[in-house]
């Protein structure tokens, strides 16, 4: 799986920005994806991971405690693409976001996860 994010940029204070990524390769529906996040000088951070979607499952949301109420993470299967509407933003969600894939449960330390994408930057300013 190779994975293609975009979509970072600068952004006032409270103001929005939607992350992209978008997933070559089969069976993308039946992967989770997530997102991470690294600001400099600080550890790698879960932000947020959305489940495969499978016929006998509904599919479900994880959000790290910091950005929950304000980001929302979706996936479009027919476009190969997870989605992170991040609303309501901060100075201290500036950092290198990046885009993960996995075949298992997305693992929110992010030693495990499967694959990674490029990051993109996204900076909010005060």
């Known amino acids: 799986v190779q994975l293609q994010a975009s979509g970072g940029g600068l952004v006032q204070d409270r103001g929005s920005l939607r992350l992209s990524c978008a997933a070559s390769?089969?069976?993308?529906?039946?992967?989770?994806m997530g997102w991470f996040r690294q600001a400099p000088g600080k550890e790698r951070e879960f932000v947020a991971a959305?489940?495969?979607?499978?016929?006998?499952?509904?599919?479900?949301?994880r959000y790290a405690p910091s950005v929950k109420g304000r980001f929302t993470i979706s996936r479009d299967n027919a476009k190969n693409t997870v989605y992170l509407q991040m609303d309501s933003l901060k100075t201290e969600d500036t950092a290198v976001y990046y885009c993960?894939?996995?075949?298992?449960?997305?693992?929110?330390?992010?030693?495990?996860?499967?694959?990674w994408g490029q990051g993109t930057q996204v900076t909010v300013s005060s």
């Open positions: 959305i489940s495969a979607s499978v016929p006998w499952s509904v599919t479900s949301t």
């Open positions: 390769g089969r069976a993308y529906s039946s992967y989770d």
């Open positions: 993960v894939a996995d075949s298992r449960r997305v693992d929110l330390s992010g030693d495990s996860v499967e694959y």
